[in-house]
């Protein structure tokens, strides 16, 4: 229930997203009978709780969070402020397999979930990381197509034969072909611990509650391949089994600010102290900003630190690696263009002419 009271200060206020995110988890929730609330500790998440705890009256609405097996002291401390904050519990769940466990038995997170993936495929198969054309490289490793697509940038279809790909193509990441070619991985790459560490145990407890509505704390303006993911707040999900509410959705980073000023709300030790902006699994190599980070973990949670170097330290060597070497093809790409002559162009396409 919508107090008005409520209602008009924020009227009054003119927080008008703030008020259609109430408006719409109110409704939301009392379309629902059996809810669950994803909790991270995160700062958005600590905003999406407060709007369902003071919509959830008849609390219906179960919370919980999963344990990856890396996460940050000032969170856990976090949970617990939030239970006595909200007079709740947050049910803290394992994973199916906790972070070291799928880096040991999978391999290393790598640059983003998707390039992860395809290499992961890839490695499979024993690829060589050889640069030919789909066709011939289909030939070799005919149980591989996705990932070859995803390497060649190219799709195939036996009606219309080969075809460039733009979008799930190696292109999206800059000199990435061009740089594995020169630098093969010698080590496992894999997203599994995603899998196994987040999405599998939230799946196995909305199946055990019978949940009918999964309650997420993902902002749009967040960036990054998981709000990426989404169009808009709600979704359906048959593989989960229900449906999903971001009810912090549309807020902006200013709507975010105006909602703690309004309602008092306090984030974690990781923000208030630590100066992280954002949480999560500590050292993700996901994160395009993990060099910063893992200076802040160092300095504040030391034990996690070493943690994080040893699981994912090949990766943050290899993304240094990159990172340098797009640097300096740029570079050249820049030099050739001054001289008027024509270059690779980061795509994979071959090069014309080269000054370098
Ligand atoms: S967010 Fe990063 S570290 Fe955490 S489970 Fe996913 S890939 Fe692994």
Not at 19 to 40: E, G, I, M
Not at 107 to 136: A, T
Request: with cysteine.
């Amino acid at each position: 229930m919508i107090e008005i009271e409520l209602y008009d200060k924020l009227l009054h206020a003119n927080h008008f997203t703030i008020l259609d995110s109430y408006v719409k988890a109110n409704s939301v929730l009392n379309n629902s009978h059996t809810a669950l609330c994803s909790v991270s500790g995160g700062s958005d998440s600590d905003i999406m709780l407060d709007i369902i705890h003071r919509l959830d009256e008849s609390g219906k609405v179960t919370y919980y969070w999963i344990n990856t097996g890396l996460e940050y002291k000032a969170t856990k401390e976090h949970l617990n402020e939030l239970e006595k904050k909200y007079g709740i519990e947050i049910v803290r769940l394992k994973p199916d397999k906790p972070i070291p466990t799928c880096v040991k038995e999978y391999g290393v997170p790598f640059l983003s979930k998707y390039v992860s993936e395809q290499m992961m495929r890839l490695q499979k198969h024993n690829f060589q990381w050889e640069d030919e054309p789909l066709e011939v490289l289909l030939q070799k490793y005919p149980n591989c197509k996705t990932a070859l697509q995803w390497w060649c940038n190219a799709y195939y279809s036996p009606e219309n034969g080969i075809q460039q790909m733009s979008r799930f193509s190696i292109n999206r990441n800059r000199f990435l072909k061009e740089f594995i070619i020169a630098n093969p991985p010698d080590f496992p790459i894999s997203n599994k611990c995603c899998e196994y560490s987040k999405k599998i145990p939230a799946k196995h407890f909305i199946k055990k509650c019978g949940a009918d509505l999964e309650i997420t704390g993902i902002r749009k303006a967040e960036g990054g391949i998981r709000s990426a993911n989404y169009k808009t707040c709600c979704s359906e999900s048959k593989s989960k089994g229900c449906d999903t509410y971001r009810p912090v959705f549309w807020y902006t980073d200013g709507d975010k600010r105006c909602y703690e000023d309004f309602f008092g709300v306090t984030h974690s030790r990781c923000y208030t102290e630590y100066g992280l902006k954002r949480t999560g699994c500590v050292g993700c190599p996901f994160n395009p900003r993990v060099n910063d980070e893992l200076k802040i973990i160092e300095q504040n949670e030391p034990n996690l630190y070493k943690a994080a170097m040893s699981l994912f330290g090949k990766s943050y060597e290899y993304t240094a690696k990159y990172q340098a070497f797009v640097k300096e093809m740029k570079a050249k790409e820049k030099e050739a263009k001054k001289r008027g002559l024509s270059c690779s162009n980061g795509n994979g396409d071959t090069a014309v002419q080269c000054a370098v």
